[in-house]
């Protein structure tokens, strides 16, 4: 039976997926690329010969119509991102959604997520967390920042190496400079590091440096400020 099928691929080492995963980009008759380019290197390892068809923020709109049309006329459709599940900060949303209302079957296979690893390899609190992604560069970011601020879940930020000090001295100013936290860079891959400390000490070993790489950040929560005997 037809159906859209959504494969998470490799954040970073091509070892990270799943047999099953390898078994459904050979066995779909069309694979949803973000970037075909990065997708390509992927199918080449593990020599899937499946047909690309580039799908992305950019287009996504525009094409809905047609990848609607090709599951209905009963092809089997992959969709992939450049790294990690789609949906999670890439396109899918939309896809998911219109397939749902046709009435097209959709499952999701399990895989690699960035922020997963990253906030258990945090050492901070990871039993409730508040997943934020990317922030807005511009219009409403300090609004984001002031309610971000003031949760007591573990924050998880998506950011990019070159805003990356930024976001950290203005979680400084807005969270308090003595807030914990954890960069991780580049992870599964030669080059992943983890930065720990509070935001003012982060703020600090990355003003000069030169970053490189897909990053999460890992918040802890606003602490409780009460003492004992207000409980």
Known sequence: MPKLYIVPTPIGNLEDITLRALRILKEADVILAEDTRTSSVLLKHYNIPTKLFAYHQFNEHKTLQTVINKIQSGETLALI????????????????????RAGIEVECLPGPTAFVPALVVSGIP????????????????????????????????YESPHRVHKTIVQCAEF???ERNAVVVRELTKIHEEIIRGTLHEIGLSLADK??????VIIIEGKKDTKSADEE
Request: net charge negative; proline share 5%; aromatic share 12%.
């Open 210 to 215: 030169t970053v490189k790489g897909e990053i």
């Open 81 to 100: 991102s450049d790294a990690g599940t789609p949906g999670i900060s890439d396109p899918g949303f939309l896809l998911v959604r219109e397939c749902v």
């Open 175 to 177: 969270f308090g400079n």
């Open 126 to 157: 990871c039993d409730t967390f508040f997943f934020e992604g990317f922030l807005p560069h511009k219009k409403g970011r300090q609004t984001r920042l002031t309610y971000l601020a003031q949760l007591d879940h573990t924050i998880v930020l």
